[in-house]
């Protein structure tokens, strides 16, 4: 104590100006930032772009959202019109908190970030929620993802996409008479999100685990217990709480149906394997009926031998990231068709003309039609190219690279910029979209521009490109042509106007986004009007 005394004396005798004190610490932070941010800058050649106090992506950023000082994950929407107006990949380097990361709305840079080649690789970070039950086919990289790929490519069969067909014409209908629309002849449906959630869930359901989940299943089993479609829905809608609420707090009563349901469906798809594996290998004669994802996914697995083998942790995993990646997506787009369609009366009345020409009125459509109901695929597809569900390719730069950058629209030439390991590169799909590079009018509704163009092309980029493109592109088309027919042939989709309100005031209220982790539409207020079955429209 006696030398630690006579150690500070000197420091202790001082009289210190504490309002000095506060004045030096700050003019250190000051410097200590500013070299920070001058090398953060240094280290992608100083690309320009933002300059904000926080990283968009960071938890800051996403609870203070975009402002006029700071930018959060939704600037992607909110500043769409004027982030690119200069350059078409940029830099956001935060001066407080955060690393740069780099944005970019062309597809050339596009290619390169979502490349396999080892340099651009998934983050751990935005991985957790798809992660929550096991490592998949999306959260992998490399050696790890090819297996997992492989495994699940016989699951995306012709007979899946028959089945995703059939289940989603059975569910039509029963929703159509579940929620008392049969016998009307106008129904106003001020949410349409609600139905297109629950479709998209039910469909997602069916086809993943070949049960007969049904549209009224109630939420609770006769003997008082949760139900797996409402298991399902609660740790879908909830992910974000179930990854970032602690274990502890789970266990407060607010948080226990979330942990019940997450534990639910844990335990469910475990049995599922097993049942799956002993009916696979007790199956004599004959091929293998059952054709649900789940089924066919632990068939190819069982296989495969040595490390090619999935544990079964990894099959539970991916059969979640099905339920994870398949529903708010397709959910989303079906809600924006909907909703550009009812204020593009000529574009929907074009694409009942094609159902009529296809289909008629005495059948239901058929898987067969799918092909040629490309009019009613590309209403889909431009209503996505607005509002691309997956809005960011997220990648991490696994080593130092240089990537290559075209130079500004109507220049030769491209330059190279170095980034260093560690840096975050997102593709800006909304911006890649919009982008007048590759759309005329990118901002206008013009489902035509999908006319002619084959159904699968990678011309049309809201599924991804290349070897990493999305799995269930063919599965969420045909549950987007299978409800879309049946719902336009029979229903004249309008929008649903406050009183003494426009369309054009319905627009402004409505075709906007809601910014998530994944893009969505404010809710769409429609109303149904019944057609009249003749020939012609
Ligand atoms: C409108 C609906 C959908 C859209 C817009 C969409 C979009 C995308 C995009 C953009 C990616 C690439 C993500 C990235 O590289 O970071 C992706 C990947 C993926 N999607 Fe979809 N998706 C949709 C529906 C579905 C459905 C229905 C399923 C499953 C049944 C599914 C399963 C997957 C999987 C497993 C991957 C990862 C593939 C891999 O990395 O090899 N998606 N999706």
Request: net charge neutral; with cysteine; glycine share 8%.
């Given at each position: 104590?006696?030398?630690?005394?006579s150690?500070?004396?000197?420091?202790?005798?001082?009289?210190?100006?504490?309002?000095?004190?506060?004045?030096?610490?700050?003019?250190?932070?000051?410097?200590?930032?500013t070299?920070a941010f001058?090398?953060?800058?240094?280290?992608?050649?100083?690309?320009?772009?933002?300059?904000?106090?926080?990283?968009?992506?960071?938890?800051?950023?996403?609870?203070?959202?975009?402002?006029?000082?700071?930018?959060?994950?939704?600037?992607?929407?909110?500043?769409?019109?004027?982030l690119?107006?200069?350059?078409?990949?940029?830099?956001?380097?935060?001066?407080?908190?955060?690393?740069?990361?780099?944005?970019?709305?062309?597809?050339?840079?596009?290619?390169?970030?979502?490349?396999?080649?080892?340099?651009?690789?998934?983050?751990?970070?935005?991985?957790?929620?798809?992660?929550?039950?096991?490592?998949?086919?999306?959260?992998?990289e490399?050696?790890?993802?090819?297996?997992?790929?492989?495994?699940?490519?016989?699951?995306?069969s012709?007979?899946?996409?028959?089945?995703?067909?059939?289940?989603?014409?059975?569910?039509y209908?029963?929703?159509?008479?579940?929620?008392g629309?049969?016998?009307?002849?106008?129904?106003?449906?001020?949410?349409?999100?609600?139905?297109?959630?629950?479709?998209?869930?039910?469909?997602?359901?069916?086809?993943?685990?070949?049960?007969?989940?049904?549209?009224?299943?109630?939420?609770?089993?006769?003997e008082?217990?949760?139900?797996?479609?409402?298991?399902?829905?609660?740790v879908?809608?909830?992910?974000?709480?179930?990854?970032f609420?602690?274990?502890?707090?789970?266990?407060?009563?607010?948080?226990?149906?979330?942990?019940?349901?997450?534990?639910?469906?844990?335990?469910?798809?475990?049995?599922?394997?097993?049942?799956?594996?002993?009916?696979?290998?007790?199956?004599?004669?004959?091929?293998?009926?059952?054709?649900?994802?789940?089924?066919?996914?632990?068939?190819?697995?069982?296989?495969?031998?040595?490390?090619?083998?999935?544990?079964?942790?990894?099959?539970?995993?991916?059969?979640?990231?099905?339920?994870?990646?398949?529903?708010?997506?397709?959910?989303?787009?079906?809600?924006?068709?909907?909703?550009f369609l009812?204020i593009?009366?000529?574009?929907?009345?074009?694409?009942?003309?094609?159902?009529?020409?296809?289909?008629?009125?005495?059948?239901?459509?058929?898987?067969?039609?799918?092909?040629?109901?490309?009019?009613?695929l590309?209403?889909?597809?431009?209503?996505?190219?607005?509002?691309?569900?997956?809005?960011?390719?997220?990648?991490?730069?696994?080593?130092?690279?240089?990537?290559?950058?075209?130079?500004?629209?109507?220049?030769?030439?491209?330059?190279?910029c170095?980034?260093?390991?560690?840096?975050?590169?997102?593709?800006?799909?909304?911006?890649?979209?919009r982008n007048?590079?590759?759309?005329e009018?990118?901002?206008?509704?013009?489902?035509?521009?999908?006319?002619?163009?084959?159904?699968?092309?990678?011309?049309?980029?809201a599924f991804?490109?290349?070897?990493?493109?999305?799995?269930?592109?063919?599965?969420?088309?045909?549950?987007?042509?299978?409800f879309l027919?049946?719902?336009?042939?029979?229903?004249?989709?309008?929008?649903?106007?406050?009183?003494?309100?426009?369309?054009?005031?319905?627009?402004?209220?409505?075709?906007?986004?809601?910014?998530?982790?994944?893009?969505?539409?404010?809710?769409?207020?429609?109303?149904?009007?019944?057609?009249?079955?003749?020939?012609?429209?």
């Open positions: 104590m006696t030398i630690f005394r150690f500070y004396s000197p420091i202790l005798q001082t009289n210190i100006d504490t309002s000095k004190l506060i004045y030096a610490f700050l003019i250190i932070i000051v410097i200590e930032r070299v001058r090398k953060a800058c240094r280290t992608i050649n100083d690309l320009p772009g933002i300059r904000s106090p926080f990283s968009p992506l960071g938890p800051l950023g996403a609870i203070m959202g975009t402002t006029w000082w700071q930018t959060g994950p939704d600037m992607l929407w909110i500043r769409k019109k004027e690119y107006r200069t350059q078409e990949t940029l830099s956001v380097v935060p001066w407080l908190y955060g690393s740069p990361i780099i944005y970019t709305t062309n597809m050339d840079v596009m290619k390169q970030f979502i490349s396999t080649s080892g340099l651009f690789v998934k983050a751990d970070e935005a991985m957790m929620g798809p992660n929550m039950y096991g490592q998949n086919v999306f959260t992998t490399g050696a790890e993802w090819r297996k997992h790929r492989r495994v699940m490519g016989p699951a995306f012709h007979s899946l996409y028959r089945m995703v067909w059939d289940e989603s014409s059975k569910t209908r029963e929703m159509v008479s579940a929620e629309w049969s016998e009307k002849k106008t129904v106003d449906v001020p949410v349409t999100q609600v139905a297109t959630f629950k479709f998209a869930l039910v469909v997602i359901g069916l086809c993943a685990f070949g049960f007969d989940f049904k549209w009224t299943e109630p939420p609770t089993t006769s008082g217990e949760m139900s797996i479609q409402e298991a399902m829905r609660i879908i809608d909830n992910f974000l709480y179930l990854i609420t602690p274990s502890w707090l789970r266990l407060l009563p607010s948080f226990k149906h979330l942990q019940k349901a997450y534990d639910q469906l844990g335990q469910f798809m475990k049995n599922q394997v097993q049942v799956r594996r002993e009916e696979i290998h007790g199956y004599v004669g004959g091929e293998y009926t059952r054709k649900d994802m789940f089924s066919m996914l632990v068939q190819a697995n069982e296989s495969e031998a040595g490390k090619n083998k999935l544990e079964d942790s990894e099959l539970i995993g991916n059969v979640f990231v099905m339920l994870f990646a398949g529903h708010e997506t397709t959910a989303n787009s079906l809600a924006t068709t909907l909703a009812s593009h009366q000529d574009a929907q009345d074009e694409v009942v003309q094609q159902i009529i020409d296809v289909v008629g009125y005495e059948r239901d459509p058929a898987f067969e039609d799918y092909s040629k109901l490309n009019k009613v590309a209403a889909f597809y431009e209503a996505l190219r607005l509002f691309p569900s997956g809005f960011m390719l997220l990648r991490v730069m696994g080593e130092d690279a240089v990537i290559s950058i075209p130079n500004p629209r109507g220049q030769e030439g491209t330059q190279p170095p980034i260093p390991k560690g840096t975050w590169v997102i593709v800006d799909m909304i911006g890649v979209h007048p590079r590759y759309f009018e990118p901002e206008k509704y013009k489902p035509s521009r999908w006319h002619g163009i084959p159904n699968d092309s990678e011309q049309f980029t991804s490109a290349g070897s990493r493109a999305c799995i269930g592109r063919k599965f969420a088309t045909t549950e987007a042509v299978c027919t049946m719902f336009l042939r029979d229903w004249k989709v309008e929008p649903l106007l406050r009183a003494g309100e426009t369309v054009e005031g319905w627009k402004t209220r409505v075709v906007d986004a809601k910014v998530g982790f994944t893009l969505g539409i404010k809710d769409v207020p429609v109303r149904l009007i019944r057609r009249e079955r003749h020939s012609g429209t």
